[in-house]
């Protein structure tokens, strides 16, 4: 009988401390983050600590078996003028989007902040109209603006200067006029982003404001020197390599050349590039303060 009588507190105590248990699990970050963990382990991490081991083999579409090579890709890297090329044609892209993208996105912010503050008429428009340009896909971008610029009287744009007795241009054909092609194309796409940033800052001015220009410029170098959709599907690089940044570099010598070890050296310099760029914006976000 006194088993019995004991038998039913015990429970009630071990339920209690189960329940006490869950509930501190419950109040811990962990069990609600360990989804989205997972699936930046399995598609974000794994695949970036692949690519590192990659980088130091020779391993090809084209062989059966692989070698560890060392640090011979990235020396070949460093001797290749084609790679340095590459080099110069992704910094002027970056550096001219960044520069297109802050100034137009600080110009859209302002007109949109005057037209909040004076009532006027077309403002939500205008933010969506911009919007819409960030939404939609960069390939589906790149093939508009390819469409647009074709060299006869059939481009848009071609047309449109026909009208004003200029023309053709050779948009997409001139190894110049491709880049700066290029250049523009990205900036109407990505001035968005900035205008959204530069907004949010216009709100909480003056300090917020400078530290959104930080964080713009930041933010929009590390998405210009990762361009890939829109290039490719503009100019796909050419003509020649006038427009090959290092992205459409990688690609071309791992699924166009099948070398995977090379394709995958350019890949980490692009990685440890953004985590520097990365570390960059956490120490103008200050995201101590912030946590």
Known sequence: MTRV??????????????????RRLLDHPLPWLAPTLLVLAVFQLYPMVEAVLMSFTNESLVRTESEFVGLAQYARLATDPQFREMLQVTGIYAFSSVVLHVLFGLVLALAIDYGVRRGLRGHLTTRVSVLLAW???GIIIGLVWKVMLVENQFGAVNHFLGTLGIGPVPFRSDPTLALVSTIVAGTWRGTAFSMIMFYGGLQRIPQRLYEAARVTTVLVTIYALNTFDLIFALTGGGP????????????????????????????????????????????LFDVGDEL
């Open 5 to 22: 009588a004991t038998a039913g507190p015990t429970t009630e105590r071990l339920l209690e401390r189960a329940g006490s248990v869950a």
């Open 135 to 137: 939404i939609v896909p």
């Open 240 to 283: 020649g390599r006038a427009t090959q940044v290092l992205a459409l570099f990688m690609y071309q010598e791992a699924f166009q050349d099948y070398a995977l070890g090379r394709g995958a050296a350019i890949a980490v310099v692009m990685l440890v590039t953004n985590l520097l760029l990365t570390g960059v914006y956490l120490s």
